[in-house]
């Protein structure tokens, strides 16, 4: 499931990941220049808070090498060692159809890991934390609403092309 919720937390924590797969047999890239010009990467400020513009590069990447279909992202988070994206923020309108996921792994040993946590019971012990935990629970609940806010301002501001 590459559906999974992400914070765009800037801390290099790949490392818990097992990567010895195909990333290290792919072409280097160079995740902090921009494509077009090779200056430092752009951000984007939405509801106070910074994300990383996807380059072309970013958006090729994730598509071909990664998920293997079509987005439209608005923004990317960390890279792994290799430079790779590990996740993206998707714009709610700008697709085929409305989504509701906001952030998404992209990484595959990521959302594979991911999965198998969830699998394993991960899902209902975070729930189980929260519930149990009140400074855990209102974290959860701003999360919720940094995320709401920043959906809004998203459709807010979307135009559709051509209209």
């Not at 559906?3 to 990941?17: E, L, R, T, Y």
């Not at 939405?46 to 990383?52: I, K, P, R």
């Not at 594979?112 to 929260?130: F, L, P, Q, Y």
């Not at 009140?134 to 959860?140: E, G, K, M, R």
Request: one cysteine or more; proline letters at 7%.
């Amino acid at each position: 499931n590459n559906g999974h919720n992400i914070n765009n937390n800037n801390s290099n924590n790949d490392d818990d990941v097992n990567d010895t797969t195909d990333a290290r047999q792919l072409p280097p890239l160079s995740p902090l220049l921009d494509d077009k010009n090779q200056s430092p990467l752009s951000s984007i400020s939405l509801s106070n808070e910074t994300f990383q513009k996807p380059t072309r590069r970013d958006i090729q990447c994730v598509e071909e090498r990664q998920l293997n279909h079509k987005i439209h992202p608005f923004a990317m988070g960390q890279r792994c060692r290799h430079g790779f994206p590990q996740a993206f923020g998707v714009h709610p309108l700008a697709g085929p159809k409305i989504t509701s996921g906001m952030f998404r792994l992209s990484c595959p040993l990521l959302v594979k890991a991911v999965d198998e946590w969830e699998t394993e019971g991960g899902i209902r012990e975070m729930s189980d934390a929260v519930r149990g935990n009140a400074t855990l629970a209102l974290s959860y609940e701003a999360a919720n609403r940094r995320t709401a806010r920043i959906r809004r301002e998203l459709v807010e501001g979307y135009r559709r092309p051509g209209a």
